[in-house]
């Protein structure tokens, strides 16, 4: 029986209602992908909608409780953003329409681009990329591809050892070669090592401001001048720019190429590995080789121009992640200029106040104050045979979603620290409550270490094996039959 007889008798997991989408998928879905097709089991629409209203409980969001995991900047979203992007006058419309038919949503993105580009201070977006990680691609080829045309010997990128795992993987996939500058005592780029590695193979600096272990770059002028003088150029990775709105912009402290996280930053939906969307921005002398069409006005009117010579060609179909750019729309102009500050110096106030009251507990991998998220460390609880994953597990009883831990791209002076990011949507009542659980746990863990080794005890899923699903990868939904 093929694919198609299978949909028609309704148990096929594809559901082919039309003539051309039969056609289509008998050409793209190979044979052997089609023989295999699984059939859904039939049940009652009460069954199903009790099974995934069910598991729809088990889940833990923002809306249901405290999600302060560090460098994912868990906000609050709107629920108006919601509304405005469910509006059919932008659901209902076509990607393939024409501009003219698809004004309101080009002017939309032209608007979102406008935003960005003062808030960062930068001189043109691309609106495509899909997250952070694609973004720091994107950027990566506008990069490599400029040095390709001015100067090919560059062909090595900085990352400082302190920076999220994804930078290095896309300045990689770029066609750089990865190379890592070490850290100071102060957590930020140990500047006689930049001085030393800085030369003419360089093409550009990748860095966070504030970085990854919260901190601001202090020598981030110098570093820019360096880099600069040297004839590098320097990219900024966005996603913790929550830190900042309003206070600096990087355009202005000389980065060249950055990114933003709108799943972060502008309280889009974030989770579950997306859906996401990542604005990239350049400078002008950038400006012709952003991925195309990149969104234009002319004379009042809306465009995709697709006349950018040096472009790098498409990163994503369509217009971006149309929903998504949408509710950051709605979101800074709710916010506006003001609303963007006080939310900057909101998350940076409530990140030094679960510090101040965490640190007599958890000591701060550096003693400086932070900006929007705190690194603590529970290092101290060896001694119980306590570790930081049975402190995080048993948070999850207090009803929290843990802190990022044991985070990859921690550096090695950094072992068994948390990172701990409330963002500015949250109550002092909230996070007192947050540093109670903590403290409570580090008396529990010198008292009755076995509480925290077998927690959490009040989850739908309780203890995992961390390791197993890694050793015992199972990558398709065939069962073991291979049927
Ligand atoms: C989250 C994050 C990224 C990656 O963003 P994704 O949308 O998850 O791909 C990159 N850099 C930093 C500093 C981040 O916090």
Redesign the pocket.
């Known amino acids: 029986m093929t694919l198609f007889e299978k949909s028609v008798a309704g148990r096929s997991a594809f559901s082919f209602g039309f003539e051309e989408d039969r056609a289509v998928a008998e050409r793209y879905i190979p044979e052997f992908a089609r023989a295999a097709v699984k059939s859904l089991p039939q049940v009652a629409e009460l069954d199903l909608v009790r099974h995934f209203t069910n598991l729809a409980t088990m889940n833990y969001s923002v809306d249901t409780g405290f999600y302060p995991l560090g ?3 868990m906000k609050y979203n709107p629920k108006i953003n919601e509304r405005m992007a469910a509006d059919p006058r932008l659901t209902a419309r076509h990607p393939l329409d024409d501009a003219a038919g698809n004004q309101g949503i080009l002017q939309m993105e032209f608007e979102l681009k406008e935003s960005l580009q003062e808030i960062t201070g930068m001189d043109d977006f691309t609106l495509q990329p899909a ?4 973004g ?1 691609l994107t950027g990566m080829l506008i990069i490599h591809a400029y040095m390709r045309d001015h100067d090919a010997k560059r062909t090595k990128v900085l990352i400082p050892d302190s ?2 795992g ?2 290095p993987a896309s300045a990689s996939m770029a066609g750089f070669q990865v190379v890592t500058v070490p850290s100071n005592e102060r957590g930020g780029v140990d500047m006689d090592a930049l001085d030393k590695l800085m030369d003419d193979t360089v093409a550009a600096i990748m860095l ?1 401001n504030p970085n ?1 272990v919260g901190l601001f770059e202090e020598n981030i002028t110098r570093i820019a001048e360096l880099v600069h003088a040297r004839g590098g150029l320097l990219y900024y ?1 966005g ?2 720019l929550n830190a900042l709105m309003g206070l600096i912009r990087p355009g202005d402290l000389g980065f060249d190429v950055v990114h933003l ?1 709108l ?2 930053t502008f309280a889009t939906p974030h989770g579950g590995g997306g859906p ?1 969307a ?1 604005p990239v921005g350049v400078k002008k002398f950038l400006a012709d080789y952003l991925p195309i069409p990149v969104v234009v006005c002319r004379g009042g009117q809306y465009a995709l121009d697709e006349n950018r010579p040096h472009t790098i060609g498409r990163m994503s179909g369509f217009y971006g992640n149309t929903a998504v750019l949408a509710r950051a729309y709605v979101y800074i102009k709710m916010m506006g200029r003001d609303g963007l500050l006080a939310t900057s110096r909101a998350a940076v106030i409530n990140a030094n106040y679960v510090k101040a009251l965490l640190s007599p507990y958890f000591p701060p991998a550096y003693d400086r104050p932070v900006m929007h998220e705190t690194v603590l460390s529970a290092k101290g609880y060896d001694k119980y045979g306590v570790t930081l994953l049975d402190i995080a597990k048993r948070l999850m009883d207090y009803g929290y979603h843990p802190p990022t831990i044991y985070f990859p791209h921690f550096p090695p002076y950094a072992e068994e620290v948390m990172m701990v990011e409330p963002t500015e949507s949250e109550s002092k009542e909230t996070m007192d409550s947050f540093c109670d659980a903590l403290i409570k746990i580090s008396q529990e863990a010198k008292e009755n270490p076995d509480l925290l080794l077998s927690a959490p005890h009040d989850t739908v899923v309780t203890r995992v094996n961390e390791t197993y699903a890694a050793r015992h990868l199972i990558t398709s939904h065939r069962d073991k039959k291979g049927t």
């Open positions: 460098s994912c900047t997250c952070g990680a694609h720091e920076a999220h994804t930078n966070t990854t990775d996603a913790n996280n799943h972060k996401g990542a």
